[in-house]
């Protein structure tokens, strides 16, 4: 399983920073695991996978706005 590193410390000799991703038995020993996530150093990431949703960055053209009302005089 994947961890975030969230505060700058040592772990099986190695510094890691925070926002480093460790895996556990590779990075990790399975039996410290318990014990860096009671004292918050690491957390479980999350491995679902995002959808970029951003607008006008792929090929199709972007959305026309809607132009503002004058104001009334």
């Known amino acids: 399983m994947k961890y975030q590193v ?3 410390c040592v772990i ?3 510094t890691w920073n925070v926002g480093d991703i460790v895996e556990s ?3 990790v020993n399975e ?3 318990d014990g860096l996530i ?3 150093r690491i957390l479980p ?3 679902t996978e995002s959808v970029d949703r951003s607008v006008g960055l792929d090929e199709e053209p972007m959305p026309k706005r809607a132009p503002r ?3 009334a005089k």
């Open 6 to 8: 969230m505060k700058r």
């Open 69 to 71: 009302k004058k104001k």
């Open 45 to 47: 990431v999350d491995e």
């Open 31 to 33: 039996l410290d695991v």
């Open 12 to 14: 099986s000799g190695s």
């Open 38 to 40: 009671g004292i918050g």
């Open 25 to 27: 038995g590779k990075d």
